[in-house]
């Protein structure tokens, strides 16, 4: 395909070149966040993995470093974590940063046993840079489990041990170890509770507050199965004993981390400062990340988001917001607009700067939320639409005419998620980069991220409204990781 830089993202990571799939070892550590990512570095669509590598002092200026991890005779280099092993468990040094990450093996192999993914390590003692695969691999033998990967590890506190949530085809597996090398298994979780699908992936599990009390959360990657088709990411909440993982509920309604069709795989860092709990995902879907019209590149990142819990009424939601440090990178000129009748059509282009940035942050917030579509569009009549739908109580993206989609028919197509929220004024945050668009409503209660390819950029933004929409507050700032 011939190369497309106006649909290089920004302020979120992509590789220079070549494949990206999943995040993998997102680990924090000497003021560094590190960012390792499904790699292959030969092709543009999946194919042998390695760990590629990209490093940040604060999670929006990505610099990428050299391959991590390559494949080995063991297998190639599937999903995984990091650790800091401040207690020097592992025996591999006093702070050493150690990788859990899934060998998987030759597919000969996989059609006679299912043993072909078992769990490995790998450790660094320069902070990170280079990487010396442990020679006891794997620590965590399949026993003849068809889909057996994508290890997430923490410390656990309570138990004084290291657990491992381990997506195990239909379920979480957890396992505990006192030094990363030996694992023990404690409990099996969720075969006949939540969304089913497809097969479950790159979960992770965390503490976070509400009510003044700690909850669980543990996120459950499928594919397919999501809420608008393909990848996605679920949630549970409950407790977690050290051993075993209770929902709070005994049948808990399926709920999503985000409800657009481009944000999977997504898991949190660990040992992040300030007791913040940041996570980020891939940006993208299973039925068509392989035919994405970028080049030399396939696939980027989305924004780190802050995770918190937050009550509505009996239910609790993960709610999501966009990392503080994405604030770094407005340009001047913002513009801040109120009270904005919407009578039919409200075109705002020529109150903002032009032409219009395809790399910029929206704040709109109304005291009475009612049916809206906030319309980007260009000449060619190609229009993406942003809204809320008052009947469904569902915020919507639809990217149906947003630009050509013949690379994959699962592509085009209007895509709502519900509203959480229960206040009649709403706010929506939108965060644009090129080809993708972030939705944060009511405070991230509903998150959507979806991406787009227009033919050429978009050059006006109207809000349409038949009910009489009053925008209290518009926002509007151009993002760049540089000075202009
Ligand atoms: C999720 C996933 C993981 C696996 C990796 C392989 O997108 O399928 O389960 O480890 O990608 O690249």
Known sequence: PPATPQYRPSYHFSPARMWMNDPNGMVYVNGTYHLFF???????VWGPMHWGHATSQDL???????????????????????????DNTAGFGKNALVAIFTHHNDPEEKKKTNKHQYQSLAYSLDGGQTWTKYAGNPVLPNPGIQDFRDPKVSWNAAAKKWIMTLATKDRITFFSSPNLKQWTKESEFGAKLGAHGGVWECPDLFPLTVDGKTKWVLLVSINPGGPNGGSATQYFLGQFDGKKFTPDQAAPPTKWVDYGTDNYAGVTWNNAPNGRRLFLG??????????????????AMTVPRELALQRVGKEVYLTSRPAQE???????????????????ELDLTTRLPQPLSDKMRLELSTAQL??????????????LLIGYDKKANQY????????????????????????????AGADLTLLFDATSVELFADGGLTTMTELFFPSEPYT????????????????????????N
Not at 282 to 299: F, G, I, L
Request: aromatic content about 10%.
């Open 396 to 423: 919507f993206v639809d990217r149906t005419k947003a630009g050509p989609s013949g690379f994959s028919a699962k592509f085009a197509g209007r895509h709502p998620a519900p509203r959480r929220a229960t206040t």
């Open 282 to 299: 891939w940006m993208s879907n299973w039925e068509y990340a392989n035919q994405v019209p970028t080049s030399p590149w396939r696939n």
């Open 326 to 344: 994405v604030a770094q990178l407005m340009q001047p000129g913002a513009v801040h607009l109120t009270g904005l009748p919407v009578k039919t």
């Open 370 to 383: 009612t049916d809206f579509s906030l319309v980007l569009g260009n000449k060619r009549g190609e229009e």
């Open 60 to 86: 929006v200026h990505w610099q990428e470093q050299p391959i991590a991890l390559y494949p080995d005779k063991l297998g190639w280099i599937f999903s995984g974590s990091a650790v800091v092993d401040k």
């Open 460 to 483: 006006t933004l109207k809000l349409r409204s038949s009910a009489g929409l009053v925008i209290s507050e518009f926002d509007y700032a151009k993002l760049a990781p540089d000075a």
């Open 38 to 44: 499904q790699h292959y570095p030969d092709a543009m």
